[in-house]
C-alpha cells in the first residue's frame, strides 16, 4: 500500500495567519491527492481533489499544490470554523490510503 | 442536495457479524459508486471497499478481504456494508461516501455509524 505521512501533526495558529500543511507519498502518485477536513464528532468535508482543483463550495482561501510524491495544502487566511483536522488521500492505486491528519488549533 | 443517511450505533460480541445501512437521495443512486471508509477511535481514516451502484461490481481492500461484503439495493437506494468476524479492533466509525468527482474521491459522505465491539 501507498503510505501518506503529513506534517506537521498539529499546529497551533491564530485568526488571519497563512497555514502550510504537508503532504508526502511514499511513492510517484502523480496529482491524485485529495484533501479533506473533519471536526470534531463529524464525518469528513471533501476540500480539493487532484492536488489542485477546489470542490465546488469551498471558499477559495482554501488552495492545494504539488505531484509525484510531495504536495502541501494553503489556507490563506485562516477563519473561526477552520479549526479542524485536515487529511490528505491518495487516489492513485487501491486501497485509497490517508494520512494520519494534521490538527489546526486555535493559538 | 445529495443526502447519505445511516443507521444507527451498534454494539457488538466478538465474532459477531454487523451489517451498516447507507440510505442516499438527492441524487440517481445506480450513478455513482458508494464507499465504505472507517476510523478507529484516534486513528486515521480507512478505506473498505465501494461498490459500483449501476452494475453492483465490487472491490475490497485486501485488509478487509473474505470479511467484508458490500451489497446494495438498488430500489430503496441505498448501500450495505456487513463486517463479519469482529473484533475489538473493529470497534470504529463507518462511514459511506459517494464516489465524486474523480474515481476514488469522497464527495458527499453519510454521518457516521459508531459500531462498538466489547464483551
Known amino acids: 500500500d501507498i503510505q501518506m505521512t503529513q506534517s506537521p501533526s498539529s499546529l497551533s495558529a491564530s485568526v488571519g495567519d497563512r497555514v502550510t500543511i504537508t503532504c508526502r507519498a511514499s511513492?510517484?502518485?502523480?496529482?491524485?491527492l485529495n484533501w479533506y477536513q473533519q471536526k470534531a464528532g463529524k464525518a469528513p468535508k471533501f476540500l480539493i481533489y487532484?492536488?489542485?482543483s477546489l470542490q465546488s463550495g469551498v471558499p477559495s482561501r482554501f488552495s492545494g499544490s504539488g505531484s509525484g510524491t510531495d504536495f502541501t495544502l494553503t489556507i490563506s487566511s485562516l477563519q473561526p470554523e477552520d479549526f479542524a483536522t485536515y487529511y490528505c488521500?491518495?487516489?492513485?492505486?487501491?486501497?485509497?490510503?490517508f494520512g494520519q491528519g494534521t490538527k489546526v488549533e486555535i493559538k | 442536495q445529495v443526502q447519505l443517511v445511516q443507521s444507527g450505533a451498534e454494539v457488538k460480541k466478538p465474532g459477531a457479524s454487523v451489517k451498516v445501512s447507507c440510505k442516499a437521495s438527492?441524487?440517481?443512486?445506480?450513478?455513482?459508486?458508494i464507499h465504505w471508509v472507517r476510523q478507529a477511535p484516534g486513528q486515521r481514516l480507512e478505506w473498505m471497499g465501494w461498490?459500483?451502484?449501476?452494475?453492483?461490481?465490487?472491490k475490497y481492500s485486501q485488509k478487509f478481504q473474505g470479511r467484508v461484503t458490500i451489497t446494495r439495493d438498488t430500489s430503496a437506494s441505498a448501500a450495505y456494508m456487513e463486517l463479519s468476524s469482529l473484533r475489538s479492533e473493529d470497534t470504529a466509525v463507518y462511514y459511506c461516501?459517494?464516489?465524486?468527482?474523480?474515481?476514488?474521491?469522497?464527495?458527499?459522505w453519510g454521518q457516521g455509524t459508531l459500531v462498538t465491539v466489547s464483551s
Open positions: 511513492q510517484s502518485i502523480s496529482n491524485y
Open positions: 487532484a492536488a489542485s
Open positions: 438527492g441524487y440517481t443512486f445506480t450513478s455513482y459508486p
Open positions: 488521500q491518495q487516489s492513485y492505486d487501491t486501497p485509497g490510503t
Open positions: 461516501a459517494r464516489d465524486g468527482p474523480l474515481s476514488a474521491t469522497f464527495d458527499y
Open positions: 461498490i459500483n451502484g449501476g452494475t453492483g461490481n465490487t
